[in-house]
């Protein structure tokens, strides 16, 4: 019980803190989890854990060093589905003046390696930050190149709620290039599928970006 089983038990509960916001709890169970001989995926996943958790302890240069470990762990082992999602990580960690050309970076690693290893949700959530650091970039024309592959991947997932931000945040970005078919599309979707989930903030946006054509 105390090897693989009790390691699995340990990083599920590590889970539950995250998921109530303990993170000090988290963190304490994540160290028992971070390292194993021989290197393993539940290490790599601690590690990646260990990464969010430091964020939220206002531990950046820790959650940076973290994530930097587990990728190098699950790089070792071939655990390509996990350092997908380290890449997504990676991405959100990167600061200072070219962090967009950094975490742009990171996201196509990112979406290489869910397209490889099959991470279908991966893959959408993906698609959807690039939409958004593109956007950010200035880059409409990759922004729109990129739009209905995103959408397509979270309606493929049943993922309304994911699909709804994703128009809201497209009809921003419409409306902020002074795209007025393209934002009243994006808009008219975008507000349609947020009321429908209660999703009131998304639906503000799309408000106030609908509002500054």
Not at 15 to 25: E, G, L, P, T
Not at 93 to 117: F, K, V
Not at 168 to 194: K, M, P, S
């Amino acid at each position: 019980m105390d090897n693989l089983h009790g390691r699995i038990a340990r990083l599920t509960l590590a889970q539950v803190h995250m998921d109530r916001a303990s993170w000090s709890a988290a963190q304490d169970v994540l160290a028992t989890l971070a390292t194993a001989e021989p290197p393993d995926a539940i290490a790599g996943s601690a590690c990646l854990h260990q990464s969010r958790v430091c964020v939220r302890l206002g531990d950046p240069r820790g959650a940076r060093r973290r994530a930097l470990e587990g990728m190098d762990l699950l790089e070792s082992i071939g655990a390509r589905r996990l350092l997908a999602t380290a890449w997504g990580i990676r991405a959100d960690l990167c600061t200072g003046p070219s962090w967009r050309e950094d975490g742009l970076e990171c996201l196509l690693q990112a979406l290489d390696l869910h397209r490889e290893t099959g991470g279908l949700r991966g893959e959408a959530v993906t698609l959807t930050n690039l939409v958004n650091v593109f956007g950010d970039l200035g880059n409409t024309e990759r922004v729109w190149a990129l739009a209905d592959e995103a959408r397509r991947a979270h309606r493929r997932q049943g993922a309304r709620r994911s699909e709804g931000i994703l128009l809201a945040n497209l009809t921003g970005i419409a409306a902020a290039d002074g795209d007025i078919d393209r934002a009243e599309a994006c808009g008219a979707q975008a507000l349609r599928i947020c009321a429908s989930l209660g999703l009131v903030g998304f639906e503000a946006q799309t408000w106030l970006s609908l509002a500054a054509l």
